[in-house]
């Protein structure tokens, strides 16, 4: 059974940062790009960033580049978003998802990590 | 960066109904569009792939179809655990873009 399982959320300062990892188990996590997602309180889903399986390419949205970094240990079978220059519009539950065919499409998702900026 | 629209972005509807959402992208995506399903405090689950695809365990009555900028998801008969937002997104290019999302809840 695959399982995805998000931990690190809590709450930052404006200006902090956070890491955020996603625990994988029931696929062979370094054959699939992974991805986060964020949904802020009572809003939509938004792309964060994206990281390939196998040449570790990565891909960030305009909204977090230069801030967030996606990385993955596939010896841990682990899914990390180090978070710096943290904004209080980064407040938002944070999910990993597993990419079907690293083609952009998720099939499996984790319950989300909860992030929250505030001074 | 390739925007998605969505319409509408809420709608009532009866279980037995037949109900129909569109999403549209700002530039041709072929048929890199899926669809999800999102119910509150849920993680989102992936209902149609590339456009019409059905994902394995999804009930046949979602479909998808379309292709270029406009997409529609069917629901052929509404059910009491259709209640849920539903959400599109590109996977044309990065960054994979969701729309606005469409809230679909009991009339």
């Known amino acids: 059974e695959v399982q995805l399982l998000e931990s690190g959320g809590g709450l930052v300062q404006p200006g902090g940062s956070l890491r955020l990892s996603c625990a994988a188990s029931?696929?062979?996590?370094?054959?699939?790009?992974m991805s986060w997602v964020r949904q802020a309180p009572g809003k939509g889903l938004e792309w964060v960033s994206a990281?390939?399986?196998?040449?570790?390419?990565?891909y960030y949205a305009d909204s977090v580049k230069g801030r967030f970094t996606i990385s993955r240990d596939n010896s841990k079978n682990t899914l990390y978003l180090q978070m710096s220059s943290l904004r209080v519009e980064d407040t938002a539950v944070y999910h990993c998802?597993?990419?079907?065919?690293?083609?952009?499409?998720?099939?499996?998702w984790g319950q989300g990590t909860l992030v929250t900026v505030s001074s | 960066d390739i925007q998605m629209t969505q319409s509408p972005s809420s709608l009532s509807a009866s279980v037995g109904d037949r109900v129909t959402i569109t999403c549209r992208a700002s530039q041709s995506i072929s048929t890199y569009l899926n669809w999800y399903q999102q119910k509150p405090g849920k993680a989102p689950k992936l209902l149609i792939y590339a456009a019409s695809s059905l994902q394995g365990g999804v009930p046949s009555r979602f479909s998808g179809s379309g292709s270029g900028t406009d997409f529609t998801l069917t629901i052929s008969s509404l059910q009491p655990a259709d209640f849920a937002t539903y959400y599109c997104?590109?996977?044309?290019?990065?960054?994979?873009?969701f729309g606005p999302g469409t809230k679909v809840d009991i009339k």
């Open positions: 998802a597993k990419d079907l065919a690293g083609a952009g499409y998720f099939d499996y």
């Open positions: 997104q590109h996977c044309y290019s990065p960054p994979f873009t």
């Open positions: 029931g696929f062979t996590f370094s054959s699939y790009a």
């Open positions: 990281i390939s399986g196998s040449d570790g390419s990565t």
